[in-house]
């Protein structure tokens, strides 16, 4: 079994940065990919990044390209999420996702694609 455990959420002003952690505890031999996740309000859960775990190649939502970014410690078994320029609109509850195995679907943004979540840390930006 798998455990993430996500932080570093808060308020903070238009134009401030936050850097996010997910912590990976359990099962840790076996990782294909990690990915963040969010969910705003009265609208559906949505893509942010995905890292590769050993490959470290990422991808983006087009929303956030250019100021957020995924990164990882291998040692720490963690994920990061730098987020920068933040606008309102990237107030969400932030999940962070790990996807155990390799598959030949390309639908790394969705989020039935992933096998275990994190609780959530709220982020929350002001104008």
């Known amino acids: 079994q798998v455990r993430l455990v996500e932080s570093g959420g808060g308020l903070v002003q238009a134009g401030a940065s936050l850097r996010l952690s997910c912590a990976a505890s359990?099962?840790?031999?076996?990782?294909?990919?990690m990915a963040w996740f969010r969910q705003a309000p009265g609208k559906e859960r949505e893509f942010v990044a995905r890292?590769?775990?050993?490959?470290?190649?990422?991808v983006y939502a087009d929303s956030v390209e250019g100021r957020f970014t995924i990164s990882r410690d291998a040692a720490k078994n963690t994920v990061y999420l730098q987020m920068n320029s933040l606008k309102p609109e990237d107030t969400a509850v932030y999940y962070c996702?790990?996807?155990?195995?390799?598959?030949?679907?390309?639908?790394?943004?969705?989020?039935?694609?992933?096998?275990?979540w994190g609780q959530g840390t709220q982020v929350t930006v002001s104008s």
């Open positions: 996702a790990e996807k155990v195995y390799s598959t030949s679907s390309p639908y790394f943004d969705r989020s039935s694609e992933y096998d275990y």
């Open positions: 890292i590769k775990w050993n490959l470290e190649s990422t």
């Open positions: 359990g099962r840790t031999f076996s990782r294909y990919a």
